[in-house]
């Protein structure tokens, strides 16, 4: 059983609170270790340490702070397996998705090595006579990252790449259902370089939380997670005088119109909806079918479900793991029996599909005529269940996608370029994809939903994630003409 400690000043440190965490490999169902949650105490030391270290971090010169993120890339790039095989044993996606995972986590880090010309301000010569105006940015201290299960890996890189990058301190309270990811990066950024105390991890439950919410040295807090928590972070974080970017969950909705290549659209539905066990707050988790693409659409993805490989993440053969605990499995295999007794159409059940054994396993789950009041619809699922709508025109399509209260992902596939272009401009979602099923945003476009999917203004990682993390400056100068100055400067003076 293994224990997982804090990484507190650049080295692992055990908990003192006498609280811990089960930790499960979710493949077997077997307990694989524990993770200590820390006190409000503990909390309060880690923000002290990340506090002192901050005074000498900010002074680091641009050029040595890239080159440290240089070496960190480099090192994650290495390790990318070994960080990859930990999100199996603990979240229990398959290796490839694991991998992808590091891979999209790096792309942040290697946007974050382009930090001094991301810091560059502005400069106005002559604003008035003899008077110059300049901008610069200034990181804001000690900042704090909240993440989910979902992502070990990659979301804490959202935060930590940009915030340290540019002069910040860090303390990361993974999620305490797969912290182990957490710790090993922190062991990599040490061997890179980067100063003690500037990037810390405390794990923990609600009462780290709060701590990190009304510490008052805490300047920042980024949050990704389900949408009552995000709201609840922003909030009581804003309540306490931070600035607090808090990303909620979703519910993605897929447009399939008559004309698609459906084929194509099927092959996108069922990757973004079963990828990952469906735990991706990208997942598509409903297609909406528009006019005569219904049956087709239902056909070619029914088709598709049975050769879908469910398994242990660590066997190659396996292309959907299973969920991440046995209570997470129940509630959304629960939507199976809802949906029906609701009036959908269960044409695939994960029950009768799943590995046997003691795994959280579900098998891809297919549910058609859904409709807006059905729980299935209501309720972001986060598993692999995927609900077909079928509804007349791509107007009845549109609203659908507007009325719903989330706001984080959406896609259309259509062969008409003038109908994807009028519903860029239409939909309501901060991401859309155009016959691109996730449209997760490339490392120097930032990430972030609209509506109860984002709490605060400022979108993740990219250059609004560069802008979140520093606070602006604005210099106005004059100096004394040389001509007409009294002071001696030991040479001729000349205009
Ligand atoms: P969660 O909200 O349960 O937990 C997220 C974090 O909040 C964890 O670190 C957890 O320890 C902490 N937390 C949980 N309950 C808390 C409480 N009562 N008070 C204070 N802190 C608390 O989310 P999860 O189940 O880990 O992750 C899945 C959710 O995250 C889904 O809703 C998914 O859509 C969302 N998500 C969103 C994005 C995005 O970019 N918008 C990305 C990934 C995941």
New binding site residues.
């Given amino acids: 059983m293994t224990p997982i400690h804090h990484w507190v000043g650049g080295r692992s440190v055990a908990g003192t609170s006498g609280l811990t965490s089960p930790v499960f490999n979710p493949a077997t169902g077997r307990q694989s270790g524990f993770v200590d949650l820390a006190s409000g105490d503990e909390v309060g030391r880690a923000v002290a340490i990340a506090r002192e270290a901050f005074g000498s971090w900010r002074s680091v010169s641009l050029a040595k702070r890239a080159e440290l993120m240089f070496n960190i890339r480099e090192l994650v790039h290495t390790h990318k397996q070994d960080i990859a095989k930990l999100l199996v044993a603990e979240h229990g996606k398959v290796l490839s998705d694991a991998m992808g995972e590091v891979t999209r986590g790096l792309e942040v880090i290697e946007f974050a090595c382009g930090i001094p010309t991301l810091l560059k301000g502005e400069f106005s010569e002559q604003a008035s006579t003899g008077v110059d105006v300049y901008s610069i940015r200034q990181p804001v201290g000690v900042v704090a990252g909240?993440?989910?299960?979902?992502?070990p890996a990659m979301?804490p890189m959202w935060m930590w790449a940009p915030a340290i990058a540019c002069g910040n301190t860090f303390v990361l309270?993974?999620?305490?259902?797969d912290p182990s990811a957490s710790v090993f990066t922190a062991e990599l950024l040490k061997e890179a370089g980067l100063p003690d105390g500037v990037f810390n991890v405390v794990h923990?439950?609600?009462v780290a939380?709060?701590a990190l919410l009304e510490h008052p040295d805490i300047a920042a807090l980024s949050?990704?997670?389900?949408?009552p928590?995000?709201r609840?972070?922003y909030e009581t974080g804003t309540r306490h005088g931070k600035r607090v970017q808090a990303?909620?969950?979703?519910k993605n909705h897929m447009i399939v119109l008559p004309d698609a290549d459906i084929e194509m659209a099927a092959d996108a539905a069922v990757s973004a909806a079963y990828g990952s066990a469906g735990e991706?707050?990208m997942a598509v988790s409903v297609v909406v079918a528009v006019g005569d693409a219904g049956d087709a659409l239902v056909t070619a993805i029914k088709e598709r479900l049975p050769k879908i490989t469910v398994g242990d993440g660590m066997d190659p053969a396996s292309e959907m793991g299973p969920l991440v605990t046995q209570a997470h499995r129940d509630k959304v295999a629960s939507y199976l029996d809802s949906g029906a007794q609701q009036g959908a159409s269960v044409l695939a059940d994960g029950r009768q599909t799943a590995p046997e054994g003691d795994g959280f396993f579900l098998g891809v789950s297919l549910l058609d005529n859904v409709t807006t009041e059905m729980d299935a619809y209501r309720d972001?699922i986060?598993g692999p269940v995927l609900g077909v709508m079928r509804v007349d025109t791509y107007d009845e399509a549109l609203k659908l996608i507007n009325d719903n209260p989330y706001g984080?992902g959406t896609a259309i596939f259509t062969r008409d370029g003038g109908v994807a272009r009028q519903f860029q401009f239409d939909v309501e979602a901060g991401m859309v994809g155009i016959n691109v099923p996730i449209p997760v945003p490339v490392a120097y476009y930032s990430?972030g939903?609209w509506n109860a999917?984002?709490f605060g203004d400022s979108h993740?990682y990219g250059p609004e994630g560069i802008h979140f993390y520093t606070r602006g400056k604005v210099v106005t100068s004059r100096w004394p003409d040389p001509a007409t100055s009294k002071v001696d400067l030991g040479f001729p003076q000349t205009r």
């Fill in positions: 909240i993440t989910p299960f979902n992502f979301v309270k993974p999620s305490e259902k923990g439950d609600k939380v709060d949050f990704v997670g389900s949408t928590i995000a609840y972070i990303l909620g969950g979703a991706r707050c972001e986060f984080n990430f939903g999917s984002l993740i």
